[in-house]
């Protein structure tokens, strides 16, 4: 007998021998632990029974519960991810918005020196007088032509508004076609200064409203890449709570905590 005990003890299959053997003695000692089952014993030994399948069904209702949970958990993570990708083409986007918007800046300011540096000269050449010209129809003709063209070639090459050379047809918007040539030309190198400077305003400003929509698009990118890091750990803490090979959840879990995202300035 000593030695059938010592070998049970040191038996690798003890414990689930002992498992088996308090299932199998469970139900007797509810019904002799029960003075109703003393008197009942059949009564007794269904009542145990339903006590155990309907603990095990609340067992089981947990489970369910929690993978539930776990699978929310992975799938607000994907979420989340999905988000934060988008956010970060998104801001990206903003990026060259912003850089194409400082390059108009840049190119409004050249523009806008030269014409005032024309303007310059102009003034100066102006500054000595106007030749003499017979005042005949044919010269006022002429000086007509030489506005008109003036002003059409500035406008072509962006130095005037595109309703200048109508204005000019028209003899509105300031402009006189019976000035002398020289007179003319001060005045459509005035006019495109003047323009070209509030181009460039207009291109800093614009510049303005693209960076500060720059700032916002990398808060939020921010933002979703730093709720996605913490979804990614919560979603790491508990895919083991998930069945393995339970699909779309697994491939998820495992999608999520392989990504990572790096923040860029």
Same mark, same amino acid.
């Given at each position: 007998?000593?030695?059938?005990?010592?070998?049970?003890?040191?038996?690798?299959?003890?414990?689930?021998?002992?498992?088996?053997?308090?299932?199998?003695?469970?139900?007797?000692?509810?019904?002799?632990?029960?003075?109703?089952?003393?008197?009942?014993?059949?009564?007794?030994?269904?009542?145990?029974?339903?006590?155990?399948?309907?603990? %095990?069904?609340?067992?089981?209702?947990?489970?369910?519960?929690?993978?539930?949970?776990?699978?929310?958990?992975?799938?607000?993570?994907?979420?989340?991810?999905?988000?934060?990708?988008?956010?970060?083409?998104?801001?990206?986007?903003?990026?060259?918005?912003?850089?194409?918007?400082?390059?108009?800046?840049?190119?409004?300011?050249?523009?806008?020196?030269?014409?005032?540096?024309?303007? @310059?000269?102009?003034?100066?050449?102006?500054?000595?007088?106007?030749?003499?010209?017979?005042?005949?129809?044919?010269?006022?003709?002429?000086?007509?032509?030489?506005?008109?063209?003036?002003?059409?070639?500035?406008?072509?090459?962006?130095?005037?508004?595109?309703?200048?050379?109508?204005?000019?047809?028209?003899?509105?918007?300031?402009?006189?076609?019976?000035?002398?040539?020289?007179?003319? %030309?001060?005045?459509?190198?005035?006019?495109?200064?003047?323009?070209?400077?509030?181009?460039?305003? %207009?291109?800093?400003?614009? %510049?303005?409203?693209?960076?500060?929509?720059?700032?916002?698009?990398?808060?939020?990118?921010?933002?979703?890449?730093?709720?996605?890091?913490?979804?990614?750990?919560?979603?790491?803490?508990?895919?083991?709570?998930?069945?393995?090979?339970?699909? @779309?959840?697994?491939?998820?879990?495992?999608?999520?905590?392989?990504?990572?995202?790096?923040?860029?300035?």
């Amino acid at each position: 007998m000593n030695m059938l005990a010592e070998m049970l003890l040191t038996e690798p299959a003890l414990p689930a021998i002992w498992v088996v053997l308090m299932l199998l003695t469970l139900p007797a000692l509810v019904v002799l632990a029960s003075p109703d089952g003393v008197n009942d014993p059949r009564r007794a030994l269904v009542d145990s029974i339903t006590l155990l399948r309907r603990r %095990e069904e609340r067992r089981e209702a947990v489970r369910r519960q929690r993978r539930d949970e776990a699978a929310q958990v992975v799938r607000y993570a994907e979420e989340v991810r999905v988000a934060a990708d988008q956010a970060g083409c998104a801001a990206q986007r903003w990026q060259d918005h912003w850089e194409a918007a400082a390059q108009r800046v840049d190119a409004a300011w050249r523009s806008w020196q030269e014409a005032d540096a024309r303007w @310059a000269r102009s003034r100066v050449t102006a500054a000595f007088g106007t030749p003499f010209t017979a005042q005949t129809t044919a010269e006022y003709a002429d000086r007509e032509r030489f506005l008109h063209r003036m002003v059409g070639e500035a406008a072509a090459r962006g130095e005037l508004p595109a309703d200048a050379l109508s204005d000019a047809l028209s003899g509105g918007g300031g402009w006189d076609a019976r000035l002398h040539p020289v007179e003319q %030309e001060l005045a459509v190198h005035r006019a495109s200064a003047a323009h070209l400077e509030r181009l460039h305003r %207009e291109a800093v400003a614009a %510049e303005g409203v693209a960076w500060h929509d720059v700032q916002l698009a990398r808060r939020s990118r921010d933002s979703l890449y730093r709720e996605a890091a913490e979804a990614r750990g919560r979603a790491a803490a508990v895919r083991n709570l998930l069945p393995a090979g339970s699909g @779309a959840a697994a491939a998820g879990v495992r999608r999520v905590i392989a990504t990572g995202h790096v923040m860029v300035g």
